[in-house]
Structures are given as C-alpha cells and as structure tokens.
C-alpha cells in the first residue's frame, strides 16, 4: 500500500469525468480505447478502398496487354494504392489502432498522457485519407508511392494533393508518437519497470520516436515538394539547379524507418501471441526488447539502400550495404526467440496463433529476400523487377498484415467483450495464406526473368504466372472479406468472451472486456513479467476489478 | 483587473495532479522541440546538399550576403534569449515587476530582429534581385530556411504577448507557470536554431 500512497492524488488517482452522450461518448471520444477502435475502423475502410485498387492492378495483369484500365489510370490506381497502404492501412492500425487500444492497459494507466491531443490526432487521419483518395477527382500522383521527382513534378493536380494529404497523416504520427512515448515513459503503474514491460509496450515504445523523428523529415521534403510545385521553389528540379536525388535521401531517411514502424508494432502483437498459445514463457525477453531498440537505431543509418540505382559513390554502398546486413541480426535475435518460444510448449492452433505462425513463416522469408536486396551485385540487377515487389509484400503483408490479423483475433475480445468466430476465421486465415503465397511468391521468380515493375502491359512469356498470381489475389480477397464477415457477425452474436479468455497474463486481461472507461478500479502494482505461466500473477490491487462496485473516487469513500 | 505582484496558490502548494501534469506536458514539450529540430535539420541537410551540387557558393551572379547586418541582428535575438532567461528567473524569485520588463523587453527585440530580417529580405529583393522561386537553389534554400526560422520568432512573439496579457490578468501564480516555462524553452529553441542558420548561410 506504501507504493499507491505515494501516488495518492496524483494522475493514478484522476478519473476523467464520464462521458455523457453518443457523440462524446464515439465521436469526439477522449478514451484511449474508443480512439483505438476508431483508428482501426477507419483503418480497415481505407484497406477495403486501396484493396480495391489492388484488385483493379490484378485484373489489369491478368493479360499481357492489359486492357482492364489504361495505362495512366494504371499508374494512378498503383501509386494510390501503395501509397494508403502504407500511410492510411500498416501505420495507423499498427500505431493508432493497436497502440491507443491495448498499451496504457498493458502499462496500468488511465487513459495516455494527452488525451485531447489523442483525439486530435485521430480526426486529422480520415480527413487526410479522404484527401488521399479524392485526388482520383483531379488526377491521382503516378509517380509510385515515392513520387520520385522530376515525374512528380510534372505529375497531375492530384500529386499537390497527395503532398498534403500525406504531410497531414504525418502530423498525426508525430503527434502520437509523442504522446505515447511520454506514456510509456512516466505513466507506468507503480513496479512496472522498463524489464517488466510487456514486449507489445516495448514495441510501441520503439515505433514512437521513428514516428516522431522520421515522419518529421518527411514532412520537410513533402513541404518541398509542395513549395516546388505550387510556388517553383527549385529544390528538386535539375533544369533550374535542384536535384532529384536529394527527394530519394529525403524520403528513404523516412520510409525506410517507417518499414520499422510497420512492423516493430507488429513484433509486439507477435511476442504477447506467441507465449500465451504456446503457455511457454517468452524466450529472450531481454534479447526481443533490446533488439527492437536496435532495430529502431540502425533503421536510421541504412536509407540509401534504396538508392543503389541513383548513383551513390561506391563507398557509400558499400557502407550502407554491411549496416543493412548489421540490421538482419536483431531480426533475427527476434525470430529464434519467438521459435524458441514455440520449442517445447503446449501449442494451442488458435486463429490468433495461426495468424502469429504464418507471420513466422512469410516475415522471415520476407527478411531473407530483403537481404538479397541489400547487397550491391544484386540489387543492381533486381531493383527494378518483381522481384521487389514479391519482397516487400512479404514483409508488410505477410508480416505486418499477418501480424494485424493476430491482434484482431487476439484483442477483438477485449474491445467488444465478444470472440470472433474461430471457424470463420480458419477459413480466412487458410484462404489468405494459400491466396497470398500464390500471389507473391511467383513475383520472385518473374523478377530473376526480368519482368519490370510498374508497368501497366508485360511480355507474353509471364503470362502463365501472372494469370496464377491475379487468381492468388482473388483467393486472398475471399479470406479478407471472411475476416469483415466475421467482424459484423461476431460483434452481434459472438461467443462471450468474458474478461480472459485466452488465460494470458498481462493486464488488459485482468478487467472486464470491453474495460470501463477509467481502465482501472485501483491502479495495480507489478511484482514481475507477465511470461512466468506456471506462476501467480505478479500483480496485486487487482481484487475489485471483476466485482460490480465502482472505483473508490466514484463513490466519495476515497479522502 | 491587472495585478501588481505574482499570485499565490491558495495554502502555498500545489496538488499532486498538477505536479504530475507538468511533468507530462514538458516531456511533451521538449519531445515537440526535438521533432522541431529534424524538420529544421532536414531543410538543413537539403541545403548542404544542393549546395554541395551546385558550382561554387554563392552560385554565379548572386553577391555574397551582407554578414554585418546579419550579425548585428543575431546580437539582438541573442539579447532577447538573455532577456527571456532573466524574465523566468526574476519569476522564479517572486519579482513580478523585473519580469514584466525583461518579458516586454523580449517582445521588442524579437520583434526587432523580425523588422531586421524584413529589411534583409526587402534589399534582396529588390536590390539585389533574389527571390525564393527565381534564383535557383540559393534562393530556394535561404529563403525557406530563414523564412521558416522568422515564422518561428513571429509565433514565439505572438505567444509572449499572450503570456504578458496573462500575466497581467493573473493566470500564472507563483506555484504554476508552467506557460512561461514553456515560453522560454521555445524561445531559446528558436534562438539555437538561428546560431546553425547564421553560420551556414552567412560564415561557411
């Protein structure tokens, strides 16, 4: 009792007022938790939109000479596509969505340290999406999601729209990067110290500075991007002095963090799955925590990566080839922790579980590719293939996406006190594997054939695998569209989850699903990890939790 | 309705709630500062490069930039730095009217750097003929670089003038003043900004 003393009075102590009404209560909701679900609501709507353009790029491949779209609603429907893919599908769901939802309750917090600024930050995401998605009305950017200059400096009116609309997404992620950082940093429940921390919150805790450092570089060479097009500030424009290399470093010092971004979130998800299926302690906490800082840190130093096309000097390649081999080693600290995780343990085949599984099995294969990618010799000749595009899928669909499916499955209890239907969800997860695969593996051998990426009609001689490629997407489209099916079924009629169903151990457990608005009754104390299965929980304070009565500053009995 | 000495929290202390919340607000704050700064770095490293591309700096046809004038209006932001210092520390040791002064004397110097920098651009302009879209990478550069640094000291003066209004109704008491903590920080933010901005536009 000494430790909650301490505290007494202070932020632990503080209930927000409850919110009264339809619209502060799910609108303009201050709740970390509603703010979450918002996030991942408006997440998947955009993943149904940018999925569609997907299927419009499948449908187009499906014949050599195209015929489906023209070529320059190709480049639209392309650049469209990986663009809100990756700024309005991975990162919100994998900051937003997952973060808001589950982090303060894995800490023993009330809400995140800002909670307007929280809100603020999610209004300014469907209205940047929507900006993203009306460009289509004026000439959508079909320069890639990279709008390399000069193409998007000649790219249509839609391509100053992209500008803002990804410079305004990129003020919400800086926003909530800070706001969950200072969270994560001062508003931990007394005993929960950094190597006590469940490895989701590790996760989160090395996405937020990559959100707030990287997004902000970003938003420079967006800003200049703007200022050219609009005003003819020559940055990147060589006729006038500017060069276009300098967008590339500009944009890669970003986007190859923000891969990290993706994914570091989603390493989180992985690493509460796991251990809870496997009722194993986690292998290596220390190992998967600090790898993911040192994942956060090379991330930084291994940009021009990407750049080995542009002209880099050549000991420049070099260096920025050996920090890229440098980064494969934590990854793969994480993945032989997470294997030896599963060694030995009482493996229950969960739809989460499959979801983690597969995230397993596509990350590393995704991971191994991308060393391939790294190196000069063969980069030089993959970099504008396929080849590329079957790795990074790998990566952020069979791993990020992967990864958001185990969350759903895992947390959609939690959020809405019900279970999502496991049969369904083995068909979506059985469906989506086997329709993935098909899609994105064969791009890896049309890429060693030298079929190029980007282009809208292809040589006859890929016509076989990319007709079997366009029939993997179709299968892949059927799983996601179980997994909507299920959402909308489950919420009404779901098995009742109560507040564990998975008997796992970290605290957004120990309350009722969907928690109350001020999270905690009393804010518990930690006494150790949450892996140790065979152990008592380490928490105390959590007596009331699952009781009716309310929380002591409720009633007057506290003071 | 303005206040002569600085306000007292009733009983002398505050409560644990706000000592916890400004601690949150400025982690909050200095982590702003920090993204701040690699917005500011990354115009910086845009600069450097395209410098590092071009034929010789100044580019052909362009004079150099006047460093006198320059210097002398980096001595007056500087002055305001030591001003605001001595306005938060004069808080600090509960004297109101000193603060009043030195607060009123930041306004007027930063106000006074941004007439210099009005002045500096006015005779680029149009003596000289630079501008920020028609003199290629150095027009590009130097104006979006400065012109995001003076954005920054007009929004630093604007919120010093609200914090002088606040004040004088009596906002901040002599236990919370977490505003002008705050104020400060950016102030002095903005002015380190200008010592890297002053020496790569006008020493290197």
Known sequence: MSVAAAHSGGIADHIHPEPQGFVRRYVFSIDHKIIGIQYLITGFVFMMLAGLLAETIRTQLLNASGGFVSPDTYNEVYSVHGSAMV????????????????????????????????????????????????????????????????????????????????????????????????????????GMTFTRMPLFVWGQFATAPLLMIATTALAAALAALFMERVFGVPFYDPTKGGSPVLWQHMFWFYSHP?????????????????????????????????????????????????????????????????????????????????????????????????????????FTFGGITGVFLAAVPTDLDLHGTYFVVGHFHYVLVGGSLMGVFAGMYYWFAKMSGRLLNETLGKVHFWLFFVGFNMTFLPMHWLGFM????????????????????????????????????????????????GPNPWNARTLEWQIPSPPNYYNFKHIPTVYGLPYDFSQPLPYTGLEDELTDSPPAQLTGAHH | MAIAA???????????????????????????????CVLFSSFIFAYLY????????????????????????????????????????????????????????????????????????????????????????????????TGMHGFHVFMGVCYLTVLLLQTAAGTYTYQKYFGITAGTLYWHFVDVIWVVLFSIFYLL
């Open chain 1, 258 to 362: 923000a891969v990290y971004i993706m994914i570091l979130p989603l390493f989180g998800i992985i690493s509460e799955v796991l251990p809870t299926f496997s009722r194993k302690p986690i292998f290596g906490y220390k190992l998967i925590a600090f790898s993911s800082m040192a994942i956060a840190l090379l991330g930084f130093m291994v940009w021009a990566h990407h750049m080995f096309t542009s002209g880099l000097a050549p000991f420049l390649q070099v260096l920025f080839m050996v920090m890229t081999f440098t980064i494969a080693v934590p990854t793969g600290v994480k993945i032989f922790s997470w294997i030896a995780t599963l060694w030995g343990g009482k493996i229950h085949y969960s739809t989460a579980m499959l979801f983690a599984l597969g995230f397993l099995a596509l």
């Open chain 2, 6 to 36: 600085i306000p007292h929290d009733a009983h002398g202390e505050v409560d644990q709630l706000y000592v916890e919340t400004r601690e949150l607000r400025l982690q909050g704050f200095l982590l702003f500062l920090i993204s701040d």
């Open chain 1, 450 to 497: 030298g079929m190029p990426r980007w282009v809208a009609t292809y040589d006859p001689q890929f016509q076989f695998w990319n007709r079997f490629e366009s029939v993997g997407s179709y299968i892949m489209t059927l799983g996601i569209l179980c997994f909507f099916i299920n959402v909308i079924y489950s919420i009404r009629a779901g098995k009742k989850a």
């Open chain 1, 87 to 190: 700024w309005l599908v991975i990162i919100p769901i994998a900051t937003g969505g997952f973060g808001n939802l589950v982090f303060p309750l894995m800490i023993g917090a009330r809400d995140v340290a800002f909670p307007w600024l929280n809100m603020l930050s999610f209004w300014i995401f469907p209205v940047s999406g929507l900006m993203l998605f009306s460009s289509f009305l004026m000439g959508a950017p079909a320069a890639g999601w990279t709008e390399y200059p000069p193409v998007s400096l000649q790219g249509a009116p839609g391509t100053t729209m992209w500008c803002a609309a990804i410079f305004l997404v990129g003020v919400s992620s800086t926003l909530t990067g800070i706001n969950f950082l200072v969270t994560i940093l001062k508003m931990r429940a007394p």
């Open chain 2, 50 to 145: 395209l410098r590092n591309t071009g034929q010789g700096w100044p580019p052909p046809g362009i004079a150099r930039l006047d460093v006198a004038f320059a210097a002398w209006n980096s001595v007056v932001l500087f002055g305001s730095g030591a001003t605001m210092h001595y306005a938060l520390e004069n808080w600090k040791h509960g004297n109101f009217m000193k603060y009043m002064w030195m607060l009123i004397a930041t306004i007027i110097l930063g106000a006074m750097f941004l007439g210099g920098q009005g002045y500096e651009y006015h005779h680029l302009i149009f003596d000289e003929k630079v501008t920020w879209a028609g003199s290629g990478i150095f027009g590009a550069s130097f104006f979006t670089l």
